[in-house]
């Protein structure tokens, strides 16, 4: 299987009520030793309302040295997004402790035009990794 590279998402759409959606998440990456690099990401002209999340990058806890590169998020607009923008390397399920810190490197991340209203008080969260950290995050114009 190839890398995953040069995907567009462009898609025009509104995602959000009456199901809590997601909003528009890339991972999650590094769970198993299968998963593979992603670089290339574009992901733009999307509106969500009400949503659990808005855009989110999610990598495990785990040893595997993969990375994801070069995302951009550009023209998003939220309304009542709970978590606007996340980037967790360091999830690994819900009902445990995290022990360690994640291999998966996020690096060359831009947020162009991501605007709105939060439902909560956190509207960045960056949960980067002690090992490799958060690489270049940055926004536009």
Same mark, same amino acid.
């Given at each position: 299987?190839?890398?995953?590279v040069?995907?567009?998402y462009?898609?025009?759409?509104?995602?959000?009520?009456?199901?809590k959606?997601?909003?528009?998440?890339?991972?999650?990456?590094?769970?198993?030793?299968s998963?593979?690099?992603v670089?290339?990401?574009?992901v733009?002209?999307?509106?969500?309302?009400?949503?659990?999340?808005g %855009?989110r990058?999610?990598?495990?806890?785990?040893t595997f040295q993969?990375f994801?590169?070069d995302?951009?998020?550009?023209?998003?607009?939220m309304d009542?997004?709970?978590?606007p923008?996340?980037?967790?390397q360091?999830y690994c399920?819900?009902?445990?402790?995290c022990?360690?810190?994640?291999?998966?490197?996020?690096?060359? %991340?831009?947020?162009?035009r991501?605007?709105g209203?939060?439902?909560?008080?956190i509207?960045?969260?960056?949960?980067?990794?002690?090992?490799?950290?958060?690489?270049?995050?940055?926004h536009g114009p």
């Amino acid at each position: 299987m190839e890398n995953k590279v040069g995907i567009e998402y462009k898609p025009k759409i509104q995602c959000g009520s009456p199901h809590k959606e997601e909003g528009i998440s890339i991972g999650s990456i590094g769970k198993n030793p299968s998963d593979q690099n992603v670089e290339g990401v574009n992901v733009q002209n999307c509106k969500m309302s009400s949503t659990q999340n808005g %855009v989110r990058i999610k990598t495990w806890n785990s040893t595997f040295q993969i990375f994801v590169s070069d995302v951009t998020f550009q023209d998003i607009t939220m309304d009542k997004a709970q978590n606007p923008i996340i980037i967790d390397q360091q999830y690994c399920g819900g009902g445990h402790d995290c022990t360690g810190s994640s291999h998966v490197q996020v690096k060359d %991340v831009k947020f162009v035009r991501v605007q709105g209203k939060s439902s909560s008080q956190i509207t960045v969260n960056l949960n980067c990794s002690r090992i490799i950290t958060c690489v270049n995050k940055g926004h536009g114009p």
